[in-house]
């Protein structure tokens, strides 16, 4: 090889080194309870000690009564969190949970924050699959939607079992969340950030 090939080739490696530094090394965690289509009023529970539960701000006005959104207060990195949020319904029925990646910064929008989750546990209601271990024929989570592509899992494990499932603010996965009126429900969640 000429030198300057070879003086080619370090700094190459050296920007990838260096672009490989600056990316995303830890995500937060977002979800979304939506009662609208039912008209199912949701009641967030303030008191998560990692999670900040709110009726979500940027729906329109008339539809803010119907929607909790539970935002990691922590973020986490490359090994699984635990995450836990309750809101109440105040009619029987299903509303829709839904997995999602924070938004990128107004700054750098091109950012795609990737949150792996696993291990979705729902006491004082009900979802199907939680573990994700049940797979449909085309690879998805049985009972999950998908609101792109089903990302591959990846190079990392997960928590438990085999299956885990990876959400982007844009690539949503959900699924559909059988509530009691009057009756607290949690949700409890790991989550991590998505190593390709």
Avoid: C
Wanted: aromatic fraction near 10%; avoid cysteine.
């Amino acid at each position: 090889m000429k030198k300057n090939q070879i003086i080619l080739i370090i700094s190459l490696l050296m920007f990838s080194w260096v672009h490989a530094q600056s990316q995303t090394t830890h995500v937060r965690p977002s979800v979304g309870v939506n009662g609208v289509k039912p008209q199912t009023k949701l009641t967030p529970d303030e008191t998560s000690a990692n999670m900040t539960v709110e009726n979500q701000k940027w729906s329109p006005e008339k539809d803010r009564p119907y929607i909790v959104r539970a935002t990691g207060k922590e973020v986490t990195g490359l090994t699984w969190k635990e995450y836990s949020f309750s809101f109440t319904p105040d009619k029987d029925g299903y509303v829709w949970l839904s997995l999602e990646g924070q938004y990128p910064p107004k700054e750098d929008p091109k950012i795609v924050f990737k949150v792996d989750y696993d291990n979705v546990v729902v006491t004082g209601g009900s979802i199907e699959n939680g573990d994700f271990e049940t797979l449909d024929e085309n690879g998805k989570a049985k009972f999950w939607t998908y609101a792109g592509e089903v990302i591959p899992q990846g190079s990392a494990p997960a928590l438990l079992g085999t299956h885990f499932v990876t959400a982007t603010a844009n690539n949503r996965v959900g699924v559909a969340l059988k509530g009691v009126a009057g009756q607290k429900v949690t949700v409890t969640f790991n989550a991590r950030m998505h190593v390709d």
